[in-house]
């Protein structure tokens, strides 16, 4: 063999090495983690604490209130951040493109998906809570998530919309359809898999979301459900703040299996919007 | 509007289009008969499809461009301030180069599209018209057994059909054609062509192309552009025999283009 092949197959098989190592070395420590986590959550999980009520007593304390307040909040926030954020990019991509107000947003945009939660927070506080007086309460903090993954999903919106070939608008068009016709019946239909996918981040994002709760002001300990968009609430990883605090290790056992069930409840969410984006990629594919 | 009935012929006086600061027709006067077929031919870039996206107005739709001058459809100027573009192309169709059905409908829904979209579908007819459009595009007896499969199923020269029958459902009195063919292989090509003189007892049919053949087979009349001007429009037989322009006889002749 040619001395300069040998070298260079050499080192073709060493970078492969490298880039294995990066995808394992991650992954390992994640697995690691789980393992762990699941490893000290085991003495908690079991219904029982599923369907108990925050307690002293680190054994009897479960986690209802905390997984309710969250699927609550999702909800509310995805019902909030989704018909906005898809009503904003369906403006920006379809009617103000090249507009300057468009442009201004866009920029905007793209910045306040990098502001710092917590921020979102604080304004949450004072817009929400004070001046529109919703109070400690599910439809405050579901808003202030709602504004945090606002920019997710419009920008996820805006990606699908973009990849509905102007072929398909034309047809419309030429066939007499108004442009509000396009929109509906023919572009949103086929950017439907693309939105779902923006709303599969903004649920990973929100249901996580700990620092702008806090600062508006979700309970720690409560022994009942909310009654409504207006009551007071917690939320899972208000919940796991506040065992993993605690200064009693036996608290530490149920901060574990809080996170067990805060990612169950996260996988089963994404799981069932990725189920129905497949369902409907099926039907755009046309193998129903 | 003048008291004539409704047949479908378009005058062109000198119309104008610009794409930005770009000129892309000049002075642009022809007459369009109604029930034949009117074939635009020219080389890339003499305005032939910008002319024809004139003729629905959907070329005022990209970004900075405009028009200038009249056209008038059955008397009526299409782009006088009262006329409502979408209800135009509800009377003036349109075929694109590529087949591009919708690919979320089964082959029925994008039969019904253009009516469902604009919300004028009778459902109680919905079946009758499937089946008029679909044969009316030479289509149905290849479909009939599966209108419920996706039409981005079909071969591409069933969906240009399919793209065909989409448009005449809506009941145009004009079908304008935008180099339909030049995605599809000499078959498909030769079923559209077929097609194209059927449709002509009831539809006045525009089509542009750039394959001279295909005009000279298809077409009644004819018209030359060259650079975003109309060079010469005759009688199909007559341009390609007895062309009168210098610049005519060179491009039929294949000098250039």
Redesign the interface.
């Known amino acids: 063999m040619h001395p300069e092949t040998r070298t260079r197959r050499r080192n073709e098989r060493l970078f492969r090495l490298l880039c294995l190592s990066c995808l394992f070395l991650p992954l390992a420590m994640l697995v690691w983690l789980l393992g762990d986590l699941v490893v000290k959550a085991m003495p908690r999980l079991h219904m029982d604490f599923l369907s108990g009520y925050p307690s002293r007593r680190a054994t009897d304390a479960g986690v209802l209130p905390g997984m309710i307040g969250s699927l609550y909040l999702i909800f509310l926030t995805v019902s909030l951040a989704m018909p906005i954020g898809v009503g904003a990019a369906i403006y920006l991509e379809e009617f103000g493109?090249?507009s300057r107000l468009a442009h201004l947003i866009e920029v905007n945009i793209a910045n306040l998906a990098g502001v710092p939660s917590i921020i979102y927070g604080l304004l949450g506080l004072e817009i929400f809570v004070r001046v529109l007086g919703l109070g400690r309460s599910l439809l405050a903090g579901a808003a202030t998530l709602a504004l945090l993954v606002l920019p997710v999903i419009i920008m996820a919106t805006r990606e699908a919309l973009r990849t509905v070939?102007d072929?398909?608008r034309?047809?419309?068009?030429?066939?007499?359809?108004?442009p509000w016709?396009?929109v509906r019946?023919?572009v949103l239909?086929?950017s439907m898999p693309g939105i779902m996918t923006g709303c599969i981040l903004a649920v990973s994002r929100a249901i996580g979301e700990t620092a702008p709760l806090v600062v508006i002001g979700a309970l720690t300990f409560i022994t009942f459900l909310p009654d409504g968009v207006l009551a007071p609430f917690t939320a899972l990883p208000i919940q796991i703040f506040n065992w993993i605090s605690r200064p009693q290790a036996a608290f530490a056992h149920n901060a574990a299996a809080g996170i067990v069930v805060l990612m169950g409840t996260l996988l089963l969410l994404n799981a069932t919007a990725i189920y129905l984006r497949g369902r409907m990629e099926r039907?755009?594919?046309?193998t129903h | 509007m003048n008291a004539q009935v409704a047949t479908g012929r378009f005058e062109a006086e000198d119309a104008d289009a610009w794409f930005g600061p770009k000129q892309v027709l000049r002075k642009v006067n022809l007459m369009i008969p109604e029930r034949r077929i009117t074939a635009v031919i020219g080389p890339s870039g003499c305005g032939k499809s910008t002319f024809i996206r004139c003729l629905?107005r959907?070329h005022e739709?990209v970004?900075g461009a405009r028009t200038a001058g009249r056209i008038r459809l059955d008397g009526e100027n299409i782009y006088a301030p009262d006329v409502d573009p979408?209800?135009?192309?509800?009377r003036v169709?349109?075929v694109?180069q590529?087949p591009?059905?919708?690919?979320?409908m089964?082959i029925r829904d994008n039969v019904l599209?253009?009516l469902?979209?604009?919300?004028a579908l009778d459902r109680s007819r919905a079946e009758a018209i499937v089946e008029q459009a679909l044969r009316a595009a030479a289509l149905w007896e290849e479909v009939r057994d599966r209108l419920g499969?996706?039409g981005?199923?079909l071969s591409g020269g069933q969906q240009q059909r399919l793209?065909i029958a989409?448009?005449l459902a809506?009941s145009p009195e004009v079908v304008l054609m935008d180099e339909p063919c030049s995605a599809l292989d000499p078959i498909a090509t030769a079923r559209i062509e077929d097609l194209l003189s059927e449709l002509k007892a009831r539809y006045t049919i525009v089509i542009v192309t750039h394959n001279m053949q295909q005009a000279a087979r298809v077409s009644d009349r004819t018209a030359f552009f060259l650079a975003g001007e109309l060079i010469e429009v005759a009688e199909t037989d007559n341009l390609f025999t007895y062309p009168v322009d210098r610049r005519t006889e060179d491009y039929i002749t294949g000098k250039f283009g």
């Open positions: 493109r090249r070939p072929s398909l034309e047809a419309a068009v030429g066939l007499g359809a108004t016709q396009v019946q023919v239909p086929q039907i755009q594919k046309g | 629905n959907m739709l970004p979408v209800l135009l192309r509800r169709g349109m694109f590529k591009n059905p919708f690919p979320t089964s599209s253009g469902r979209l604009t919300g499969e996706p981005v199923g793209c989409r448009t809506v």
